[in-house]
Each structure stands twice: as C-alpha cells, then as structure tokens.
C-alpha cells in the first residue's frame, strides 16, 4: 500500500492482543456474514478457537461463508447471520434499494481490488478492457463493483465487456487464457504470481477511489436491539487484528488448518501481511484500529450515483456509526 509500510505498524503493536479475563456470564452468540469461504486472510477470525479472544470478550463466535459482499449483506437482511463482513460498493448498492443498514466498524480502510491482464494481451488501461472477457469472483462480489466503477469512470459500461464468473481462485481461468483479464485482490494477485501468472499489468482502484475494502454492516435493527453485543464484538474483533499484526507468523501457521487454502505457510505470511497493511491508515493510527474516514465513504456513495450505479442520494452520515468502536488504546 503506499505511504504504509511495517514501521507504520509498529505502534499498533501495543494494541491488548492478549486475552483479558473472560466474563462472568455465558458468551452471547455473534454471527459473521462473510464475503467469503474461511481463506487466510481472515485468519484472525478463524484463529477463534486457538486464541479466545472474542470469548475474553464475552462473544461466541460463527462464520457462514459467503459468495461476495452482496450475499453477506442477504444473509444479515434475512436473519441468517448477525453482522455483515462486506465492502462498500454491496452496502450503497442495498442502501439504494431502501435496505436501512448501518457501517459500524472499518475492516480494512485501504482498498486493495484491482484488475489484472497478462502483458501479452495489450490491456494497459481500463480503456483497452472493451470488448474483452474479464473475470469476476462471483456477480455480488466487491470485484465486479469496483469493476463496474473503473468502467464507468473510463466511459463504460458492463455491456461493454464480458464478464465471466470465475470463482474466489480467479486466476486459475487467466493463467489457462479462458479470460483476458480478471478482477480481483492483492492477495489474489499474489497466489495468482505464485502459481505462475507470469508478467502482468495490474489497474489499481485506489489510484481512482481508495474506499475501504471491507466493513462491519448490520441492519439498524440489530444496531439498536444489541449495542452491548455489538460493542464486545468490536472489541474482540480488533484485539484479533491487532493480535495478527503483532503476530503474522503465528498466524501464517495457524492458517495451515484453519483456512481452505492455507497449506502452504509461506504464502499464507505473505497474505497476512497485506491484509495487515489494509488494516491500518492515517486515520487508524490517530483514532485506533476501526475508525471511519466519513469523507471519503461519502465520496464514494456520490461518485456511484453520479456514475448510475445507484439512483438515490445517500447521507453516510446517517450510515456510518462510530459510537461501539473501542476506543484506541495508548502505547505504554
């Protein structure tokens, strides 16, 4: 990520990682709608059962998979889950057709999606992507959003392409030439030059919008009925950041048995680290792991309307709510 490197990461570091006494009472149940099956790069979910940082926190934690940040977001519409771990293109996309939804954490400020062409296929720009066959991770995934709005923002449109679903290992399609381009992650771009993608030109998205990854979304619902559930959550869930940035290698090996692609631990330290620096930002290293640039969510839910994307004005300042993130908590 630019501007961030290991040393920016270095005062998270004294973050509480390690587990505080568990409560009293019996561990209440969270359910986390995610965008996708249990890959590494969630690790510090996973870990659960090996580090019991949400039960120090009085949670008991679940996982459903998912298929993009569209289906988190349909799980927690329909009572399937409690919390949505989803991106901010599949939030304004809900919000315009009336979904009255509330962000309440930050999981990754830095947007890491990107679309990426072997050299040999002449894609240097989103320009040259007319015409051609582009893959996506699934249709309600942050990959063909954030496809959609380098698109348009170059004068196209979706028509203008083929999109093919190729499934959360995307590169496996470009490597074997059944897409000439695909939309993705930096940590599918890194799996994807590790099983041999060769020379290729990336497209980054945060080059035109650097809007978050990934956020904490719940239906304003359940934001109002468990503020004291949600506010432990948060809590665990960013002890369990901070506990993979201060220990990526243990991560990296817990990942071994813990995600569906983590055999190779090498690969899983490298995934991790990435997603450490997704973490953290300018605002995250004044306020605390979690925190929101308002601006810049708000920037993007107007560029999606004034591109088409979605029909409503949307207020993210009616979204967007700061008040169950734990505070940051100071170096000793």
Known sequence: MPGLSRRRLLPLLALPWLPVPALAQAPEKVVVAGWSQPISEITNLLAEPDHGLFKARGIALDYVPGT????AIQNILTGQADVAFTDPAALYLALDKGADLVAIYNIYPQNVFNVVAPKGKGIRSVADLKGKRVGVYSLSSGTRQ??????????LSESD???????????????????DATAATDTGLLVGRARGLGEVEVIEVRDRLNLPSDLFVVTRATYEARKPVLARFLAGYRDSAAWMIAKPEEAARLAVTRAINGRDEAVNLEIIKLRNLATVSPTTEREGLGRFDLDVLQKGADTFRSLGLIARPIDMSRVVLSDLIPPKVSAP
């Open 146 to 155: 954030n496809l959609l709005l380098l698109l348009h923002e170059a004068g």
């Open 161 to 179: 392409i083929r999109i093919e679903v190729t499934g959360l290992l995307n590169f496996a399609p470009l490597i074997q030439g059944q897409v």
């Open 68 to 71: 993009g940040g569209g289906s």
